[in-house]
């Protein structure tokens, strides 16, 4: 599919280059406006424009909505007020809403003096509510129905709401502003009797969120229940919006990336990869870079501490790269596991004691397991095949021993430090393998060099 | 909200030893499936099918969907030929296979001779695709009109289906079975002449996957188009099937977590955290963590290798977990942001160029910062402040010389293995952090012991 874009880019560039614009409408109507926005990427940026007056008017505003942020801003700068209104007329207000929260204040000014008075009505009313909340993601627009209507008038009130969505699929049933309950266009279209009353054959029945409730909750709620839409209400449980499962599903894939993009050690981002410039790859990196390269200080001083005792046995020094990175990985699983429950909803910090207790059994065969193959892998290879003669059976015992109870601490930390961070309010995601392995790092170390500082008596 | 879960466990485990059924009947029918799930998960096994049995026909098949393996296998095993009947007949075909393909062979044998001959054959028609392919998802639901079926007559089709599901909103109207259109009920109810035939209201121009189609190929469609549903065809463009918006969400959930718990260094795990037993976490993480113990050997043996110059300058073992941290870190940031990437479809091994170009400009200006900053570092604090003689200003120039060095590596493994991989047909996920942290450690500390041997004269 990639490849075709590439020829079609290709044959666009050069069809606008040779002025033969009505062969390029004729190719853009029969293609998705995601495909569109992916040609936009690929263009110079004075074809933007051009190409963008060629979509007709509906096809141009849902393209629109799939650019990127530069983009945008380019077509809206180029854009009279006449041209700009007529975009904007075409998008939701939760559209508009975003497309508000991306821009630079002078384009946002001329966004705002353009689009109509209930455009910016609505548009407000979104805006006020934080980022990431329900409220900032849901859309006003729905169908709203009261319970004493017949089946007959809610079918005729839905064909001419005038509702250009597919929210129109699910309608939801008010008495004064509070939500009642629900009723499908199936339901309706499949009814009996066409003069009851909806609320007869509503579902009341149903789960809600509130303005203020986080969208990483709002998405896991329609993972849970498998609806198309999800009601959106206020503290007095009036209905103010609705979320529709294909914002949710971009919230998912938004969470998850930020997860990962946490767990691997760098500030998340919301611009994608291709989209970001060195310099914010360098920006998202290089604190955490920076953090855990001065907390490795601590290790350091902890292997100064024991330079004497390395000076003597210059053996210990060849097992700590192995003994750190199990560590490492050991924490890290732990970590991620948890950390993904945790986004699930799966587990919280109450659940710390089963979980724990869960790590260390796991900790104890895994690092049994370990130790036991590492003892002879010391012994076989790297005495006898290696022929490295430093390395006594007491060496190995106290690699081995240093291993398990590493092993121990990495899962016990691993399991412990997400759940906490949670508990105090912080992303989970935080606390993973970077973060852990330079902990584990250091308990590792001392336990190393206090073994052997016992067993081989230095 | 777990927490009233948890009240409500209480409550009806409680109940139902008092066997007042009536009230916890009461109750259950003010739940959601998905909620009636988890007070399933907290039973003791006897009480499940005491349980199973109050619910009504349609709640009660919902919530088996819903329930994990050993409780669906529990209740199979439990249940008269005609309840099982029952049950089944409520479900869909894609769910049946899909509770084939978890259940043990003589749960299965029940299953399919208890089963109807129609739904017998539409599983085994879900059956003969391969595991996460599209055909393995799809349902077989769904409306089909013809093209020259009038509005009305398309209207009383969908009313006169009795298809039960979500799917009726998006009908698809084929001619000898090819795929030719999609209209929606939206557009139905909207249009103006109910005599049109559907052709000329039909949009013809329409995203379709084919059954073995990748399910995480299809989930990025549903993120690219916004699309409730995506109808499946075969190879000769025939409509076989439709993927729901809710089968692709649970997909690009799954996906996600099994892209964490690889890039964690796990095997992926179909259970859930909770439902794993301490014995499935080892098996889970074992395979790993003896690999990559065993890889360590190598960096043990670099290090023993250069056993005698570090006996001369112990100052430098100091700084040994440093450098393979922070190789570690900046490699796991490159693979996480460049496997994430794949997985989103953003790029793929043609972009290696631009992925590494973009890499090599980043590791440049976070080493060149993490150099400067390391340099200060230890002539302040490791030198003056913890008054430790050995380190010169040429250790910390080697030091600093291999954390450039370091970096530079460590982004450019871990921006081209997982694109090598995707390449090659693996999983990129497998080459992140642990994998790529044991080949730059070995990398690094040969760069670190090469640098000191010749600036320091050892």
Known sequence: MRNQNIIMERAIARLLEERKYLVVKDILITMLPGEIAGIFRALKSEQIPVLFRLLPKELAAKTFVKMD??????????????????????????????????MPANVVKKILDTAGSDMRRSVNELLKYPDNSAGSIMTTEFIRLAPDMSISECISSIRNSGVNSDTIYTCFITENGVLKGRVTVKDLLLAADDDLPVRNIMDSNIAAVTTLNDQEEVAALFNEYDLPVIPV??????????????????????????????????????????????????????????????????????????????????????????????????????????????????????????????????????????SV???????????????????????????????????????????????????????????????????????????????????LRL
């Not at 997860?259 to 410039?277: A, F, H, L, Q, V």
Request: aromatic fraction near 8%.
């Open 69 to 102: 942020p530069e983009e945008k801003e380019l077509l809206i700068h180029g854009f009279s007020d006449s041209s700009l209104r007529e975009v904007l007329d075409e998008l939701y207000a939760d559209d508009v809403a975003d497309l508000i929260e991306e």
């Open 233 to 370: 209400v206020d503290r007095e449980n009036r209905l103010v919006g609705v979320v529709m499962f294909d914002d949710a599903m971009e919230i998912m894939e938004e969470e998850a990336t930020e997860d990962m993009e946490i767990m691997g050690g760098m500030s998340p981002s919301e611009k994608n990869y291709i989209r970001s410039s060195v310099f914010d790859l360098f920006r998202q990196r290089i604190p955490w870079l920076m953090l855990l390269m001065i907390s490795a200080t601590f290790t350091g001083m902890i292997i100064t501490g024991f330079e004497t005792a390395l000076a003597a046995q210059v053996a210990l020094t060849a097992f700590i790269p192995m003994l750190m990175d199990t560590g490492g990985n050991s924490g890290s699983q732990s970590s991620v596991t948890v950390i993904r429950a945790i986004s699930l909803g799966e587990i919280k910090f109450s659940d710390l004691p089963m979980v724990l207790w869960k790590e260390l059994r796991t900790a104890v065969l895994c690092g049994a397991s370990l």
């Open 373 to 455: 193959v590492c003892f002879f892998k010391i012994i076989l290879i790297d005495r006898m095949l290696l022929g490295n003669d430093g390395i006594t059976l007491t060496v190995a015992a106290v690699v081995c021993f240093t291993l398990i109870i590493t092993v121990f601490l990495a899962k016990s930390v691993g399991a412990v430090l997400p759940l906490a961070a949670s508990r105090m309010g912080f992303d989970p995601a935080v606390m993973s393998s970077p973060f852990i392995t330079t902990i584990v790092d250091a308990l590792s170390l001392l336990v190393y060099f206090e073994t052997a500082k016992i067993l």
